[in-house]
Antibody, heavy 120, light 107 residues
Framework: EVQLVESGGGLVQPGGSLRLSCAASGFSFSDYSMNWVRQAPGKGLEWVSYISSHSVSRFYIDSVKGRFTISRDNANNSVFLQMNSLRAEDTAVYYC?????????????WGQGTLVTVSS | EIVLTQSPATLSLSPGERATLSCRASQSINSHLAWYQQNPGQPPRLLIYDASNRATGIPARFSGSGSGTDFTLTISSLEPEDFAVYYCQQRSNWPPTFGPGTKVDIK
């Protein structure tokens, strides 16, 4: 059974940092791309970042470029999102999602999400 | 950035009825469109990928069609668990984008 478990969310002041982690199991992790998608309270979905199966390609939405960094550890089946210089508009539930293939942003399995709240 | 528009915003139907949801892209995305279902407090669930392919474990009452700029998700006969919000997502151009969603609620 595929499982994705996010952790690392919480309350942080504007300008602060958080590191989200996602532990994956139940599939051959190194064969698939991984994505982070967020959802602000009461709002729709917004794709945030993508990393290909062997970290060759990494992409971000414009609003987080230079502030967020995606990485993965294929030996330990984990993907991370380092978030710096956080802003109020980054407040959201952050989902870790498995790509359908090695280089796909379409995601067939999602974690339960971790809430990030940026507030003073 | 490709903008996806979904209609209607809300669809009020009864169990057993047919639901037809639309997603329109601001430019051609070939068949690079997915549909997701989301219930309150839950993560999204992939229903359809590449416009017409059902994801693993998705019932046959869900079907997708379309290419280019116009896409449709059809639920042939609504079950109680189908009342939810549905999002389309394109993967044709960077960045991937989602539509604003269609809420299917009970009439």
């Amino acid at each position: 059974e595929v499982q994705l478990v996010e952790s690392g969310g919480g309350l942080v002041q504007p300008g602060g940092s958080l590191r989200l982690s996602c532990a994956a199991s139940g599939f051959s992790f190194s064969d698939y791309s991984m994505n982070w998608v967020r959802q602000a309270p009461g709002k729709g979905l917004e794709w945030v970042s993508y990393i290909s199966s062997h970290s060759v390609s990494r992409f971000y939405i414009d609003s987080v470029k230079g502030r967020f960094t995606i990485s993965r550890d294929n030996a330990n089946n984990s993907v991370f999102l380092q978030m710096n210089s956080l802003r109020a508009e980054d407040t959201a539930v952050y989902y870790c999602a498995k790509g359908l293939g090695a280089t796909m942003t379409t995601s067939d399995y999602w974690g339960q999400g971790t809430l990030v709240t940026v507030s003073s | 950035e490709i903008v996806l528009t979904q209609s209607p915003a809300t669809l009020s139907l009864s169990p057993g009825e047919r639901a037809t949801l639309s997603c329109r892209a601001s430019q051609s995305i070939n068949s690079h469109l997915a549909w997701y279902q989301q219930n309150p407090g839950q993560p999204p669930r992939l229903l359809i990928y590449d416009a017409s392919n059902r994801a693993t474990g998705i019932p046959a009452r869900f079907s997708g069609s379309g290419s280019g700029t116009d896409f449709t998700l059809t639920i042939s006969s609504l079950e109680p668990e189908d009342f939810a919000v549905y999002y389309c997502q394109q993967r044709s151009n960077w960045p991937p984008t989602f539509g604003p969603g269609t809420k299917v609620d009970i009439k």
